[in-house]
């Protein structure tokens, strides 16, 4: 387990010509504990996915630090795991060689690497899949191969940047649980990027939200409730308000920049034309 650190974090984009630079994100103070589930939560564009490939060596912050277990960070490393949306799985490799793929830069014994590959398989509940092929996998069933070749490296962090998001309701809710049992086995330091309140209270100690144009930590919510979570604790329910609350707003000024000036009386049409009509001519 490592702590993250980041400091004062400042990315920007700047096209070749200097011209037209765009800031993603600034001013970002953000320190993760050891062992702590911690997500990432905002409306699109706000720079989730970017702070998490500077965390993993992806991307290089314009400024300020970012640091794992007080070593900084300038590349990937094997001490931080990545698990993305899609996952990348290779096609001609079974699911047990995507597992053992990652760790030959390791120097394992070819029987070392077939028992970790196993373990971490096992972990994720497909120790009846290892010699299927991607293409004979379900969509949870991939994440949960992505997310034992991520676990069997033994990262100090993982990082997940909306490893759910492509999945329908049912199979989210079963990998939110196998999430959940993992990082209670193995209590790694997990960032997690996700769009979906529920899913970040469901798993999380502790939900950044964060604002847009630039980015910007808006607030930090304290998930106190005890696990297993359910949605419809009353505390549960009462978190999510108000979490949901604080983003509506940093959804409106998306809304704002991209409509303009228009964007209240549209709004406000819309509002009272769905009202006004509802019913009418029945």
């Avoid at 001013?27 to 996915?49: H, M, Q, R, T, Y």
Wanted: charged share 30%; proline share 4%.
């Amino acid at each position: 387990m490592a702590e993250v650190a980041i400091e004062n974090v400042e990315k920007t984009f700047v096209n070749e010509d200097n011209e037209n630079s765009f800031t993603v994100f600034k001013d970002i103070d953000l320190n993760v504990e050891a062992g702590e589930f911690v997500s990432l939560l905002g409306p699109s564009g706000c720079g989730k996915s970017t702070l998490l490939n500077i965390v993993a060596g992806l991307e290089q912050a314009t400024a300020g630090k970012v640091s794992a277990g007080g070593e900084p960070i300038t590349e990937p490393g094997p001490d931080r795991g990545v698990v993305f949306q899609e996952a990348a799985l290779m096609p001609w490799l079974s699911v047990l060689d995507n597992v053992r793929f990652g760790l030959k830069k390791q120097k394992l014994s070819a029987e070392e690497e077939m028992e970790r590959a196993e373990y971490f398989l096992k972990l994720v509940h497909l120790s009846k899949f290892m010699q299927s092929f991607p293409h004979e996998l379900s969509g949870g069933m991939k994440q949960r191969v992505a997310i034992a070749r991520a676990l069997a490296l033994d990262p100090d962090v993982l990082l997940m940047d909306e490893p759910f998001g492509a999945l329908d309701e049912q199979t989210r809710t079963m990998l939110h649980q196998e999430v959940q049992y993992i990082w209670e086995e193995t209590r790694k330091t997990i960032l997690f990027v996700t769009h979906n309140i529920r899913e970040s209270i469901l798993l999380s100690d502790r939900i950044v939200l964060m604002g847009t144009r630039p980015g910007r930590i808006v607030e930090t919510f304290d998930v106190d409730l005890e696990r297993p979570r359910k949605p419809s604790d009353p505390a549960f329910i009462e978190l999510e308000e108000a979490i949901n609350k604080k983003l509506a707003v940093e959804i409106d000024k998306v809304m704002r920049e991209e409509i303009g000036d228009d964007y209240n009386s549209k709004k406000s049409a819309l509002l009272y034309h769905s009202h006004r009509d509802m019913g009418d001519n029945i």
